[in-house]
């Protein structure tokens, strides 16, 4: 009788405390579930376990053709939600390991787009806007024939006038002081 109120006691609160384990260590997966998983998390907007997910499929399937299709989705997808730095990331894995000559031109159009839509308060970084529109410049001579050109020019334009409007608020600053 004693054992039976004991386990009938004690099932209840094994039951409750096991239940809230909410990670489970997931391995030794094929890498179309990796790969699943992490169209999954970024339909729903959680990049962070997106990104996990990458890791795992990453590690676990180093030469899965599912791969560079998962590294541009994240690249995309981490541009999609402001994470324009993730978005480089991605972006550089992907040109450096997976792309083709086609390929190298669409991801390095898209690294100069991140750089370019990371620039709505331009005042903040001088060097990121300088960078982008090295890199600007640089895809214009590798790729005068691209169909993103007109593109890359148009955002070259106003990266560079974003920057000479940064220098001319700085200076005017520096003389409005000077004055005082």
Known sequence: ??????FFLTLPLFLFFSACSKDVEEYNKPAAYWYGK?????SDGDLDKADDYYTSLQGEHIGSPLLPEATMILAIAHMHYE????????LNEYIKRYANL??????????????????PN???????????????????KRYPNSIYYALVDSMLYLMRQSLHCMIVLISQRQQSTIVL
Request: aromatic share 12%; proline share 2%.
């Open 38 to 42: 992490i169209v999954e998390s970024v």
């Open 122 to 140: 331009p005042r903040r970084d001088q060097v990121l806007i300088s960078d982008a529109i090295k890199e600007a410049e640089a895809f214009k």
């Open 83 to 90: 994470e324009y730095l993730l978005s480089e990331h991605f």
């Open 1 to 6: 009788m004693k054992f039976s109120s004991l």
């Open 102 to 119: 086609n390929e190298k031109e669409f991801a390095e159009f898209l690294k100069i787009k991140s750089k370019y839509m990371a620039l």
